[in-house]
């Protein structure tokens, strides 16, 4: 697992460079921005439990390879783990991304980041667990029409301290400007 955290750090880091090193051939046309709305599945490795959160994200893409942008997220449900019953009440990060075209609608992409998320414990009232973590992830976008498309994507979370990790698996619809 953390041969691929690193193989997909690296490849964001890379396709960032990459972005950046273009960036001058499309500073004539700006940044298009973008917003994307959907749903996630959370799933805890120590505290074995799956939440669902709806996302909301926004960004800017500065070229065709490099973008950055950031994301919210609020619980739906909560669901009982060894340790008792927990929710996502919500979850703010940054990242880095760096996109692969591979043709005029379809491109893979990579993201790092750092991300806060704030859990709740249910059947202690009231205990929050809130905790820092740097994200890492790859995805896919498929752009349909009119600046419509359609984007699923996987994140690993490593969270600071004692906190564990998690992994997110998110499908969001996605509107750029």
Do not use: C, W
Request: overall charge negative; hydrophobic content about 35%; aromatic content about 10%.
């Amino acid at each position: 697992m953390k041969s691929t955290i690193i193989a997909t750090g690296l490849a964001a880091i890379i396709l960032g460079l990459a972005g950046i090193a273009s960036a001058q051939d499309a500073s004539s046309q700006g940044p298009h921005y973008y917003v994307n709305l959907g749903v996630n599945q959370v799933q805890s490795h120590d505290q074995d439990t799956k939440l669902n959160d709806l996302g909301l994200g926004f960004g800017a893409k500065f070229n065709p390879y490099f973008g950055v942008e950031g994301n919210l997220a609020y619980g739906t449900h909560s669901d009982t783990g060894q340790n008792g019953s927990y929710k996502l009440t919500h979850k703010v990060g940054a990242y880095a991304v760096g996109y692969l075209p591979l043709d005029n609608h379809f491109s893979l992409l990579a993201r790092a980041g750092l991300a806060n998320t704030t859990f709740k414990n249910e059947d202690t009232m009231p205990h929050i667990e809130q905790g820092a973590s740097r994200d890492l992830g790859v995805g896919a976008q498929y752009d349909i029409a009119n600046g419509y498309g359609i984007r699923a994507d996987v994140t690993h979370s490593e969270y600071s301290g004692q906190h564990g990790q998690s992994t997110t698996l998110g499908v969001s619809a996605v509107k750029s400007f």
